[in-house]
């Protein structure tokens, strides 16, 4: 094996947004530990610009599962790098076996017992079974398999300074100023609260706080927002699809935000901006914003804990209403 310095990672992550945000700590050990050591990342091509000026990486190597010659160029470019370790932060059959074709010689990655798809297992030399409780801290268990060491949880994260621009522009053409944000989505239907209470949530939250609101939203997810603006009424919120750097500008601004278990809660929480995360059939102790002084709103009984990728909203889901969100965001904002 090569010495510490003449290391050469290659990370396995390459989505979705909140799993690369619960990754990059346990990228940043590695790098502590290996100052001088090359460190490449394999990310989907949809989520590469959150890796921009990371500190902790060398090369981002994008991928398009859409284009067999992308995938096959990218095949190549993980052959040629000569990778001595493949860390599979992802855990999945087509990570594990990209892992595998890069040639590299040690390969880490969670076990069959853990892992999603179990038999990923099969194309690693060394796998580990966390056995502390939140994502973040089972990613750096997986780095620490590989040599980092303890270290202080960093989030490095694009400055985006253009976007930031942009952003400010598309704020200040409406006269907004302090505002809070609201993401209906949610990846499947069951981790979504109605759009429909999020539209009475905004009503009372502007009532009460003067504050703008704006319903964030992904590709597919037009309708949706469309239907917490409906619900919303007068004062309407604002609609508006960001891209990824758009929206950690936005959400770097903002007093608030209120969400599902989804990519822009993680990336708020990550942000340290005040988070009120709404969850249902998965463990938020296990997938919750990290943040000490962020709370979640739960009431799912203990066998609806199904991370099941369902399309229909979960009993744990309705269960909440709007006056515990009015009363958990109450409280998130007395907390420093």
Known sequence: MPEMDDQRFLILRM?????IVHTLPAVCT????FPR????WLVDEKWAAILDENPCIDHVVTIN?????NVLECVRRLR??????????????RSAILGWISGAPKRLGFDSQYSRESGAALFYTTTIHPHSTHKIEHNLELARAAGAREGQIRFPLPGAARETEEVKRILAAKNVEKYF?????????AKC?????????????TKKYGWQGIVSFGPGEEELAERVCRSAGDPAPIVEMFNLKQLIALLRGASLMVAGDTGP????SALGIPVVGLYGPTDPARNGPFSAGDIVVRKARPEETTYRHSKVVSPGMLAISVEDVLDAVERRLRTP
């Open 265 to 268: 809660l993680h990336l708020a």
């Open 37 to 40: 050591a090359r460190i490449d």
């Open 65 to 69: 599962r859409g284009s067999w010659r």
């Open 193 to 205: 609260w109605p759009a429909e209470r999020y539209g009475e949530l905004h009503r009372e939250l």
């Open 30 to 33: 590695l790098q502590e530990a």
């Open 15 to 19: 989505g979705a947004l909140g799993d």
């Open 181 to 189: 944000v609201l993401s209906p989505g949610g990846g499947w239907g």
């Open 80 to 93: 040629a790098a000569n990778y001595t370790i493949a860390i599979d932060f992802q855990s999945l059959y």
